[in-house]
């Protein structure tokens, strides 16, 4: 402010020197020096008068006129009227005499905050479902992917729960651009006031300014980290209600600065505010930097985004439509999607923040956008679109998974293989029929048979093998059935998910073989003899009465030899003859009858191997697979609610 002093205009005028105005004070008046000071002695009286005539001294004169420069017509505290308006963030910008020195922006007043009522942001119920579908996809899947996966889905459940606690009544917007795009001169267009330093030195902005032009918004430019002596107010239209009402306005460094900290700046309050404004300008619209960096990895935002061509006073005739024309073909090459013909996608617009060309069009947009209070849920969509674009290779697949019961019943037979259940099964029908043979044959074939095996010679026959050798191979069989079916139930997942599934598989068959052995020797073939038919016995005693035929028979011609008995060939012989040929009959014929019930109990007792082994098998090893299944396709569900196709 400029001071303001008591001294006479005319003490600054050019006077001649001290020498020629004493002498010309001479000739005027023609008073000695003595004189004029003893008319300066009367002034002292008369002034000394005046001060016992009102009752005050010279001092406090000075105060009350102290008092009236300080009057509010020429101060810059607030107005009563002005004091009862207190924003919530506590700052103002405001004009200011641009003849004072040193004032070329808004100033700020640092008033205490009032208490405001904030209404919280509320998601339409398609968001909320998605925000629940993604945190429990994440939370089902800490146990099997890594935190690098699922942090951007974190971060994003993360600043959505942020957010739905900050005011619903406040869009917030980001205006970003390289440098000399512009975008600080829109910033202060679309505010009506100087608020960002705008100038030719590069960078200009250094940090991050917000605008709010209504209450309500100081969480939500606290959470963007800019501090109480950046933020700003507009100037006030004096119409009533604001169209931008709502609106809190984010002026951005340059996201091209060859500052660091610039470029941190952008990247963090890009990722919070609800939209963006990008500012291009005729030289640099089509800058690499800009494309591969920011717009096509935010395409999915193109419901919260606002592209500007500034500067458009600079291009002659019709290059401004020609330069419009080519930013859209670029933004489409981005998979940007356009606003045109009243489809949802980003808005482009071309400007002048200099001239003011296009602004208005630019204010009348923003405040349409405002008004419709659904940027912040469009930017959560859209937020949540990517991390689940980027989840994308570790949740879906393009073929059926799982296990087959094909692949079932192929684990079971290789693990009936390797505990040996087929040949548990035919040694259990050779019993059964070697038992029959010995209840049903006739007593010389078992003589005869005995004498061949006691007296076959041991040499040249194959080695049989070991313990040790079967123990091996059992273990052989068994890894290599749990590598297929871990193989089989792990194609086509994602590689995480197969992963796990074959460590489910590993796990699980670590003690197997040794399980199988222990249930092989429980439900193998049972000790002892096994069950004789109820026509046994039968078969029993008519191999026994051919054998005693025999011996009669034969005792009977003895005695026709010794000459004890009369002589008789007849009827010994035929005795001898039924019981020699009865004999072997009966033994075949048992043997015959012995086939079915031998078959059912080898069938038995492998189907008895089989189903422990695979009960073993399933427990140890199939369980814990499906398991793993089960729990991808539970994600996989989430998932699919993520992207919002359901199942």
């Known amino acids: ?95 200011v005499n641009d003849t004072a020195e040193g004032d070329r922006f808004p100033m700020t007043d640092n008033r205490s ?12 119920g398609a968001l909320r479902s998605r925000l629940e579908a993604l945190r429990e996809l994440v939370g089902l899947s800490r146990t099997r992917l890594d935190s690098r996966t699922l942090s951007e889905a974190g971060r994003v459940l993360d600043e959505a729960s942020a957010r739905r606690r900050l005011s619903g009544q406040h869009t917030v917007i980001a205006i970003a651009g390289a440098t000399g795009s512009g975008k600080s001169q829109l910033f202060n267009a679309l505010a009506g006031v100087t608020i960002s330093e705008t100038g030719v030195r590069r960078p200009t902005t250094a940090a991050p300014i917000a605008c709010s032009w209504s209450d309500g918004a100081a969480s939500l430019i606290e959470r963007l980290g800019i ?55 005729p030289e640099k619209y089509a800058d690499a930097v800009l494309h591969e960096r920011y717009l096509r990895p935010m395409a999915a935002h193109a419901e919260v985004m606002f592209v500007v061509l500034n ?57 349409q956008f405002v008004s419709e209070r659904g940027a912040p849920n469009r930017r959560i969509s859209a937020d949540v679109d990517i991390a689940a674009a980027r989840l994308w290779p570790v949740y879906a697949t393009q073929r059926r998974t799982g296990l087959s019961e094909q692949a079932r019943e192929e684990f079971s037979d290789r693990l009936a293989d390797a505990v040996g259940a087929t040949a548990a099964g035919e040694a259990a029908e050779r019993a059964w029929l070697r038992n029959a043979n010995r209840a049903c044959g006739t007593p010389w074939l078992r003589l005869w048979r ?75 073939v049972p000790a002892g003899r096994p069950p004789r038919p109820g026509w046994w016995p039968l078969a029993v005693l008519v191999q026994a009465s051919m054998t005693i035929l025999q011996f009669l028979g034969g005792l009977w011609l003895l005695g026709q030899i010794i000459g ?14 039924i019981g020699i040929v009865g004999g072997p009959l009966i033994e075949w014929s048992c043997r015959m009858a012995a086939r079915g019930p031998a078959r059912r109990y080898g069938l038995e007792a492998e189907r008895r191997l089989r189903e422990a082994a695979a009960g073993c098998g399933r427990a140890r090893v199939l369980d814990p697979v499906a398991a793993e299944l089960l729990r991808y396709r539970e994600v996989r569900e989430q998932y699919g609610r993520v992207v919002g196709t359901g199942r």
């Open 311 to 367: 500067q458009i006073d600079r291009l002659p005739g019709e290059a401004a439509e020609q330069v419009l024309d080519d930013l859209r073909r670029l933004l489409d090459e981005d998979g940007i999607a356009l606003g045109e013909y009243g489809e949802p996608g980003t808005t482009v617009l071309a400007l002048s923040a200099l001239t003011g060309d296009g602004v208005g069009e630019l204010r009348e947009a923003l405040g």
């Open 113 to 124: 905050a009032a208490p405001q009522t904030v209404t919280p942001l509320v998601y339409d």
């Open 564 to 577: 004890v008995m009369a002589p008789n060939l007849g009827v010994p012989v035929l005795l001898m003859v």
């Open 450 to 524: 005995w004498y061949q095996d006691r007296g076959e010679p041991t040499t040249g026959r194959l080695p049989g093998r070991t313990h040790s050798e079967e123990e091996a191979t059992a273990r052989q069989r068994v890894e290599q059935a749990v590598r297929t079916v871990s193989d089989r139930a792990s194609a086509g997942l994602p590689s995480p998910w197969a992963q796990a599934v074959r460590e489910a598989a590993v796990r699980g068959s670590q003690g197997l073989p040794e399980a199988l052995d222990e249930l092989t020797a429980r439900a193998g």
């Open 227 to 281: 501090p109480p002596r950046l933020r700003r107010r507009p100037l006030p239209t004096g119409d009533g209600e604001s169209p931008l009402r709502g609106l809190v306005l984010i002026d951005l460094p340059d996201h091209d600065s060859a500052a660091v900290q610039h470029r941190r700046h952008v990247d963090r309050i890009l990722a919070l505010v609800d939209a963006v404004i990008w500012v291009v300008d």
């Open 1 to 95: 402010m400029t001071a303001v002093t008591d001294q006479d205009p005319t003490e600054h005028t050019d006077q001649p020197d001290d020498d020629a105005r004493t002498s010309d004070a001479r000739s005027t008046d023609g008073r000695s020096a003595d004189a004029r000071i003893a008319d300066g002695r009367s002034a002292g009286a008369r002034c000394a008068d005046s001060r016992s005539a009102d009752g005050r001294s010279a001092d406090a004169r000075k105060a009350e006129r102290a008092a009236r420069t300080d009057s509010p017509s020429t101060s810059t505290s607030p107005s009563p009227s002005t004091s009862a308006e207190a924003w919530d963030d506590g700052l103002i910008a405001r004009r």
